[in-house]
């Protein structure tokens, strides 16, 4: 069963939503702690967080949202942009995260990433791919490597990484559906992979297709800001109680 897990982007401590990565077209949502208890009132258990100012300055910024969303709550967290250093790790775990999401850092320095993941095991780090046309995009999306999707899944998973969250920035925020495709192919070729699909999400039956394809997680937007997703229909199908 697909585990549905939502997300708080967060600008100047405020829950954002972008379109395509896109930091001109952004649009408040309102106080990232109120939303994560109510997530967690609902029934979900996980919460995706993005620290959209650490990713753009290339240093985590929003660490004392990450703190109080964990002090008010119990929901596993994890925890992403900015991640450059142990010490911004240190900092996240501390902070209350479960997991840490390691985007940018994951392309320009995967000997520190390989560290990290002996250190504090495959289970706490997560390896971020942010995708467009084919090649992985670092600094909050404002940049493109020339690393491959292809590429970077290969050397990640051969060297024990298990979790990954793929990213298509084509339709992230756009709630046009996710890249079910990629999803699929991602999975056919690494049956084992923790994948955590992401972007472009607008329903349940986007969601129940991501199942199909054999995708273990994804990650939802928009789709709840905006409303297309019924929440407490999502947690009865893909969460039920224990």
């Known amino acids: 069963m697909i585990e549905p897990i939502p997300a708080i982007d967060i600008i100047a401590g405020r829950c954002v939503r972008l379109t395509q990565g896109d ?3 952004q649009k408040a949502y309102g106080d990232p702690v109120a939303l994560a208890c109510e997530f967690e009132q609902t029934g979900f258990r996980r919460l995706h967080i993005v620290d959209l100012d650490g990713a753009k300055c290339r240093h985590v910024v929003n660490l004392a949202v990450l703190q109080a969303i964990t002090a008010h709550t119990k929901l596993t967290v994890d925890f992403g ?3 450059k250093s142990k010490d911004d790790i240190r900092h996240v775990f501390d902070s209350g995260a479960a997991m840490v999401t390691l985007g940018s850092v994951a392309v320009t320095d995967p000997d520190a990433c390989l560290e990290w993941l002996h250190t504090y095991g495959t289970e706490r780090i997560i390896l971020g791919a942010d995708v467009r046309n084919g090649f ?3 600094n909050g999306w404002l ?3 020339t690393v491959t999707l292809d ?3 290969e050397n990640y998973l051969q060297a024990g990484a298990c979790h990954i969250l793929c990213t298509d920035i084509s339709r992230d925020g756009t709630l046009q559906g996710p890249a079910t495709q ?3 192919q991602v999975m056919k070729k690494h049956p084992g992979c923790r994948l955590i699909a992401s972007g472009g999400v607008r329903s349940i039956a986007d969601i129940e297709a ?3 394809a ?3 997680a994804v990650v939802i937007g928009k789709a709840i800001y905006e409303g297309t997703i019924n929440l407490k229909e999502l947690v009865q199908r893909c969460l039920p109680k224990e």
Do not use: C, M, R
Request: aromatic share 12%; net charge negative; hydrophobic share 40%.
């Open 23 to 25: 930091y001109d077209t």
């Open 151 to 153: 590429n970077f899944l």
């Open 143 to 145: 940049k493109e490597s």
């Open 210 to 212: 991501l199942e199909q």
């Open 136 to 138: 992985i995009s670092i």
């Open 182 to 184: 990629l999803y699929a």
């Open 81 to 83: 942009g900015g991640v």
């Open 214 to 216: 054999g995708v273990p």
